[in-house]
């Protein structure tokens, strides 16, 4: 049986993960497909693109404002025309989503200014508007002090380029807080010219080889995305909430897709195998609770490293990539990752780009986005499905696990997680605790009462006892000479006598 015919929709292949520009460095969905550098160079030139768009769109506005002012004037009190809005968007095929986006809250910004009808235009809240819990405030305060701390100690065995780079890293955190209302390609790309013009610098002012620059800018990144972490994380200017809860809605969705329709190679009645599983899902979920975003890939990394290992347990041999893929696509089914395009997005743009272009992190980030990719396209034909099934099971009208054929129902019921087997046993184990419990406290309660019972039966006893033999309290009779009060007059008892002679 060949698992690859068998697998029709999954499969990448490896040169698919790479740039499209061939350049040989790891590509992103993200990027539409190009690497990290390559996406800069053509996000720039449509920037610039973009911005000399918005200037010719500005004028069109303007001149269509002054004209709607006249002829409002000329006719009192008529609006100004509303229909102007995006004459020119259809242009901007190319980076579709993302630039729209911007394109429409440009075009907002610029209709606020030169249209005074479009004042209550909606905009959206600034950071400020969410509040944190005072807890988590706090918490987050002592992990900016604690990584603030470190990066000194760091800095301090560079000496003089560590002056240099704190120096820089200061003024870039506070320049990034007047450009909150920034979108968030825009933050990207303040943090990765930063990025790119320190580690320049480094390579070519300071002579570090590139593998100790490598190391200094992680720290670098560490130190600034800490800071940074709450205003630029899912800021309120894209829509990285919505698609957020998009893709929770899809894989909760898909939550009855089995091992088999994925074909994934992974046996979780073997305890290491389910352990691993176990570990992948925990380090995927754990992602999110970090701030820095080579934090987040480190738990990327340790997720798919618990992967190859149970491919590697059940299948006795290394785990190929094709087996890969799928059993995170089957990880994230079954983890469903708190704020995963969040996540995702963060770190695509907030990331020292060296280390998603290259190495191992790279090349199983750049897997987690085709996983992701793959879960939101999962069809009939990729699941080995008939259309029909698959539209039953979408519905929840029928479940694969309830079919009509028992034996497939037997069979799914023998491949209980034994973490699931140890849960059942724990249960009936307690509901045993739980009875005993309940006849020790009947006992004890029957004890009670016969304790009651035994106590009212005395007292009743005495009672009776009582009334059949009433007290009389006769007034001290009991001595002999108790009447004779004369007592002092009498005479002295008799003395023996002793008669001499
Ligand atoms: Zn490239």
């Known amino acids: 049986m060949s698992q690859r015919s068998e697998r029709r929709g999954i499969h990448v292949d490896q ?20 690497c990290s550098k390559c996406w800069r160079e053509e996000y720039q030139k449509a920037r610039q693109r973009q911005i000399q768009e918005d200037w010719a769109l500005a004028e069109k506005l303007q001149r ?82 604690r990584v603030s701390r470190d990066f000194l100690e760091f800095l301090k065995t560079l000496q003089k380029p560590g002056r240099e780079i704190h120096k820089q890293s200061r003024a870039f955190i506070e320049s990034m807080g007047n450009k909150k209302d920034l979108s968030a390609e825009e933050l990207s790309e303040c943090v990765q010219d930063f990025y790119q013009g320190m580690s320049d610098r480094l390579l070519n002012h300071f002579k570090g080889s590139s593998e100790k620059v490598d190391r200094v800018m992680d720290q670098v990144e560490k130190y600034i995305m800490t800071r940074l972490y709450k205003s630029v994380f899912c800021p309120e200017t894209s829509d990285d909430e919505k698609k957020d809860l998009a893709t929770q809605r899809r894989i909760r969705a898909l939550h009855w897709v089995t091992i088999q329709m994925l074909c994934v190679p992974v046996d979780e009645e073997i305890p290491e195998v389910s352990d691993s599983v176990v570990k992948a899902i925990t380090d995927i979920i754990e992602m999110d609770s970090k701030r820095v975003p080579r934090d987040k890939l480190a738990f990327i990394t340790s997720c798919s490293k618990h992967i190859f290992n149970a491919i590697r347990v059940t299948k006795n041999e290394p785990a190929s990539a094709d087996d890969f893929l799928p059993t995170l696509i089957y990880i994230v089914l079954k983890a469903n990752p708190p704020r995963l395009q969040s996540n995702i997005q963060y770190i695509t743009r907030f990331c020292n780009p060296s280390r998603l272009m290259t190495g191992e992190d790279g090349y199983y980030f750049t897997n987690l986005c085709c996983a992701v990719a793959f879960i939101e396209k999962l069809d009939a034909h990729s699941l080995n499905l008939s259309p029909e099934d698959f539209e039953r099971y979408m519905s929840g009208q029928a479940s694969p696990r309830r079919q009509d054929d028992p034996a497939a129902w037997l069979q799914s019921g023998s491949h209980v997680n034994p973490a699931l087997s140890q849960i059942h046993h724990n249960l009936s184990v307690l509901s045993n605790l739980e009875k005993r419990q309940q006849q020790v406290m009947e006992g004890a309660q029957s004890l009670q009462t016969e304790l009651a019972e035994w106590q009212d039966s005395v007292a ?11 007290l009389e309290i006769k007034s001290r009779a009991s001595a002999i000479d108790a009447e004779n009060v004369e007592n002092d007059r009498l005479p002295p008892p008799l003395q023996p006598q002793v008669f001499a002679g």
Do not use: M
């Open 15 to 34: 040169s698919e993960l790479l740039c499209k520009k061939g350049c040989g460095y790891y590509g992103n969905a993200a990027w539409q497909g190009l």
């Open 460 to 470: 009743r006893e005495v009672q009776e006892i009582l009334e059949r033999y009433p």
């Open 64 to 145: 269509e404002e002054e004209a709607a002012y006249v002829s409002s004037h000329s006719s009192s009190q008529t609006q100004p025309p509303q229909s102007h809005s995006q004459p020119s968007l259809a242009t901007f095929s190319k980076f579709e989503e993302k630039k729209t986006n911007e394109k429409t809250r440009k075009v907002t910004t610029v209709k606020k200014f030169f249209s005074p009808s479009s004042r209550t235009a909606p905009k959206k809240e600034s950071h400020e508007g969410k509040t944190p819990s005072p807890s988590i405030t706090r918490q987050s305060s002592i992990e900016t002090d």
